[in-house]
C-alpha cells in the first residue's frame, strides 16, 4: 500500500500517538457503556391516531439523553473497550471505517453480554434479541415470522447500512453471537489446543474474514488468496488471546483457561498457577509452547504471500490485515519476559504499538 509521506501522515501519526495516551486514561477509569439493547423488550410502538398502525420493531428510537449518533457510538465504544482496533482503523478508508468500527462494535456488545450477565436466562434474552436483530435486517422478520422494524440501536442502524451498501454476509454475524453463547456455556479450558482453536478459532475468523467484502467485492479473484491467509491470522489472534486472557481469569474468577493436554504435559497445577501466578512450575514452558504456535500460524500466512512479494493484493484489502500486528507485539513481548503472563510490563500500553501499526500500512506487508 502506498502512502504519500507528507503533511496528512504527520496528522494521522499525531492523533495515533495521542489517541493511545488517551485510550489509557479512558480503558482505567470509563464505565463500560450500559446497553441499550436492554431497554428494547420493553419498548411498545406508539399507535398514529387516524393511520394505520406504525410497524411494530424490537425498540423505540432512543430518546433525547440517549447516546449520539450511531457510527458516534460505535466509534467511541471501540475506542474505550479495543485501543487496538481503534489504532488500526486509521487506515481504513473513511467510509469503510464507520462500518469496520460497527462490526467490531458489535463483537464488544456481544463480549459484555459474556463478561457482565452472570444469570443464563437474561443471557439467553438478550442474544436472542441479537439473532432477531439480523433476522430483520436481512429479512424484515425474526426467525418467528412476526415482521418487525430495524431496532434502533446505533449498532443495528450501522449492520443495516452495512447490508445495504457491501454484500456482508449473515452468517459471520450469526457465528459471532454463537460463539460466544457456546463459550459463556463451557468451562474455561478445552480438552485441546486444536480444540480451544476449533471453539474459539470461528469468532477471530468472523471478525476478519466477515469485513472483508467491506473492502474488497466477493467476486474478487483473490478473495479465496485472502480468505485462505486470513484463516491462519485468525489462529495467531486465537492463541494471543489465550494467553492474554489468563491473568484476568486467574484474578476474576480464581480459573485458567489452558489446554488441559498442554497443563498434563508440562505438569501444571491450577492451584500454584492461582497462589503463584507467573512462577508456577511449567506455566512459562506452556506459554512458549501455545506462543510458538501463534508464530507459525503467522509465518505461514506470509509464506502464502511469498508470490507477491510478502504484499497484499489487492492492495484495497490491506487494512483487514492490520488485525495481526497487535498479536504479533503482544507475542513479541511475551517473549522478551521469559513467557510469564503475569508480567508487570505486559499490562502497561504498548508504546510501539501505534508506530509498529503505521510502518505495517506504509508496506503493506504483515
Known amino acids: 500500500m502506498n502512502f504519500d509521506l507528507g503533511l496528512q501522515h504527520l496528522v494521522v501519526i499525531s492523533a495515533i500517538i495521542m489517541s493511545v495516551k488517551w485510550s489509557l486514561t479512558s480503558v482505567a477509569s470509563a464505565s463500560r457503556p450500559g446497553s441499550i439493547s ?16 406504525a410497524k411494530p420493531s424490537l425498540n423505540v428510537q432512543v430518546a433525547s439523553g440517549g ?19 481503534w489504532l ?6 473513511r ?16 463480549h459484555l453480554i459474556s463478561t457482565t450477565v452472570t444469570v443464563p436466562g437474561l443471557a439467553a434474552i438478550r442474544y436472542q434479541f441479537w439473532r432477531d436483530t439480523l433476522s430483520v435486517i436481512w429479512t424484515g422478520k425474526t426467525a418467528h415470522g412476526q415482521v418487525l422494524a430495524v431496532p434502533q440501536h446505533p449498532i443495528a442502524i450501522m449492520l443495516e447500512q452495512m447490508k445495504r451498501s457491501r454484500p456482508i454476509q449473515r452468517y459471520y454475524l450469526s457465528q459471532m453471537i454463537d460463539v ?9 479450558s478445552s480438552s485441546s489446543l486444536e480444540s480451544h482453536l476449533a471453539t474459539h478459532g470461528p469468532l477471530q475468523s468472523s471478525l476478519l474474514l466477515g ?36 491473568p484476568v481469569l486467574v484474578k476474576s474468577k480464581r480459573e485458567i483457561n489452558l489446554p ?22 511449567g506455566l512459562k514452558d506452556a506459554c512458549y509452547e501455545i506462543g510458538t504456535r501463534g508464530m507459525d500460524e503467522l509465518i505461514t500466512a506470509r509464506r502464502d504471500l511469498k508470490s507477491s512479494g510478502g504484499k ?11 488485525a495481526s500486528v497487535p498479536a504479533e507485539r503482544y507475542l513479541k513481548r511475551l517473549e522478551k519476559v521469559d513467557f510469564n503472563p503475569f508480567h508487570r510490563s505486559l499490562e502497561r500500553h504498548d508504546w510501539q504499538l501505534a508506530p509498529r501499526i503505521w510502518w505495517t500500512a506504509q508496506t503493506g506487508k504483515i
Open 38 to 53: 436492554r431497554r428494547c423488550f420493553s419498548a411498545i410502538p406508539a399507535r398514529l391516531g387516524g393511520q394505520s398502525p
Open 67 to 85: 447516546p449520539q449518533a450511531p457510527s458516534e457510538y460505535c466509534a467511541s465504544l471501540v475506542r474505550k473497550l479495543d485501543p487496538e482496533a
Open 88 to 93: 488500526c482503523s486509521y487506515f481504513w478508508p
Open 95 to 110: 467510509r469503510e471505517r464507520s462500518w469496520w468500527l460497527a462490526w467490531r462494535a458489535f463483537n464488544i456488545e456481544l
Open 180 to 188: 460466544r453463547e457456546k463459550i459463556q456455556d463451557q468451562a474455561a
Open 211 to 246: 469485513s472483508l467484502p467491506l473492502l474488497i467485492p466477493p467476486n474478487d479473484p483473490k478473495t479465496s488468496e485472502l480468505t485462505h491467509t486470513l484463516s491462519h491470522l485468525s489462529n495467531l489472534l486465537t492463541t494471543a488471546s489465550l494467553i492474554r486472557n489468563l
Open 260 to 281: 488441559r493436554d498442554i497443563c498434563a504435559k508440562h505438569s501444571i497445577v491450577d492451584e500454584e498457577v492461582i497462589r503463584q501466578a507467573g512462577n508456577a512450575k
Open 312 to 322: 497484499i493484493e489487492p492492495t484495497a484489502a490491506f487494512p483487514v490485515f492490520l
